[in-house]
């Protein structure tokens, strides 16, 4: 089982809607959360951290179930440029953890006019 | 302030011979991450490096790779006699300690090996 698992989709939209991604991770010391996006072949860029009390940035909301072990993203009113995949990532450290961050294998997005 | 940089960009190499792919990170970052992507698949973490240390390198495979970040200049992954299977796009990633930071990635550098 991967660490980290999302759907992989894609997800395809109309310009406007509201669309949810969710993550699952396996391991409960996990402590740092992540979402980062990545365009084709371009490098990921960080979208948003992931708090427990949940965090808002725009048209995105990010959440985080510790006893579920899940994260989720939501992205309100789609713009065409959301297109892109979406990549969850975790992180653990200290108590003999290292502290790597590690990716799921992302979830594509098209948005359509 | 200057992001991560990577170079070179692409890198056509041929069988056998050495790759040798350079990562700058941002200014005071200390932390360098560095992942292989092949094409339609996910990041998949190699080696996780602070200045002069290799913290975790358990994505490393045992033979051909080797990394390292000395206290001055960039971090260097180093692929040995490479194979086909070794063309991927490589990147690094940076921050500026460990534990709950955020990363922020290179541009990548896109390993051919004909």
């Known amino acids: 089982r991967k660490e980290v698992e999302q759907d992989p989709g894609p997800f395809n939209v109309p310009e406007g809607a509201t669309v949810a991604f969710n993550c699952t991770y396996s391991n409960s010391a996990s402590q740092s959360f992540f979402w980062y996006r990545q365009d084709c072949r371009k490098e990921p860029k960080l979208l948003m951290s992931?708090?427990?009390s949940g965090n808002e940035d725009g048209r995105f909301t990010a959440q985080l179930n510790r006893a579920s072990q899940y994260i989720s993203l939501l992205i309100r009113d789609s713009k065409l440029s959301d297109s892109a995949t979406y990549l969850c990532v975790v992180n653990r450290y200290g108590s003999g953890n290292t502290g790597k961050l590690i990716f799921g294998q992302g979830t594509t997005l098209q948005v359509k006019p | 302030n200057a992001g991560v940089m990577q170079n070179p960009r692409h890198l056509v190499r041929r069988r056998g011979q050495e790759a040798r792919l350079r990562c700058s990170p941002m200014?005071?970052?200390?932390?360098v991450y560095w992942y292989r992507q092949l094409p339609e698949e996910g990041l998949k973490f190699m080696v996780y490096?602070?200045?002069?240390?290799?913290?975790?390198e358990s994505g490393m495979p045992k033979e051909r790779f080797s990394a390292e970040f000395p206290k001055e200049g960039p971090s260097i992954l180093r692929i040995q006699q490479v194979v086909r299977g070794d063309s991927a796009a490589y990147f690094c990633?940076?921050?500026?300690?460990?534990?709950?930071?955020?990363?922020?990635f290179g541009q990548g550098t896109r390993l051919t090996v004909v």
């Open positions: 490096l602070q200045k002069e240390n290799i913290i975790d």
């Open positions: 990633a940076s921050s500026p300690r460990g534990g709950n930071t955020e990363a922020f």
């Open positions: 200014k005071g970052h200390s932390h």
């Open positions: 992931v708090y427990s």
